[in-house]
């Protein structure tokens, strides 16, 4: 796999502490922005289209989050994608995020276990063939 798709952020004030950092559940909506952007760039579907028409969500099931070095108001950042594995219902993405354009440590490292799951029966369900084929090939 190893493949990374990569999105820029920019920290405004909806993300930030009155210190002007970054509030870290606001990361977490930084994260699913990315798996979002990820799904309709990277691969050619999204949210609507698996959510929608397709009746499949894709909800987080374990989250680990190292939060390494805060990030401020006005910054840029870049998240990097990666897929780490693919399992019969499951995936497993790493996402960083560093400054953009720059050469610097990891402000935050998260591991995400994402699961496929039928709307309708709310049970797990293979990872679609035409998402797995996309991830597999590099689709993005």
Known sequence: MGTIHVMPVEIGFKHCDPAGIVFYPRY??????????????????????????????????????DFIAPSRLGEDLACALRIDGVGRTSLKITIELRRAGHDEPVRLRAALVLVFVDMHTMRPIEVPEDVRRAIETGGY
């Open 28 to 65: 977490v909506e930084i994260l699913n922005d990315t798996v979002e952007h990820w799904l309709r760039h990277g691969l050619g579907t999204g949210f609507a289209t698996l959510h929608g028409e397709r009746r499949i969500a894709i909800p987080i099931v374990n989250l680990q989050v």
